[in-house]
């Protein structure tokens, strides 16, 4: 899970059709984030939709498993230009540190919200260090 990204908000095809995940995280990379295609497109493994298909209108993540660490983390680092957008990225963890880390978001939030510096690495929350 080290090499593996999650994809928020691309949207799915209406019917049941096969899609295309490698070239549409490729196209919100180049578009969304500004990296350039090929270093991108050539240095994942594989990528697809994770969990059960939504009728509701809310659309599954893309997993996404880069061979190279250096454009996953270009990928990673760039995301913060995905704010106020229907898109995001997020690191995969394991069940365990992903339920904890849902946990401690509520204390995070709080701890902003009072002004304090806030930092969540994998399943420990630091707060003004």
Partial sequence: ?????????????VDDSRENCISLTDQICSDKLGIDSPSVGQSIDRAHRIGRRNRGGKYRPIVVKFNDYKVREKVRSQSYR?????????????????????????????????GDHVTLVKDKLYINE
């Fill in 1 to 13: 899970m080290r090499d593996n990204l999650l994809f928020f908000g691309p949207a799915e095809p």
């Fill in 82 to 114: 995905l704010r106020n957008t229907r898109y995001s990225i997020q690191e995969q963890y394991p069940k365990p540190i992903s339920d904890r880390r849902k946990e401690l978001q509520p204390i995070m939030h709080e701890a902003r919200r009072r």
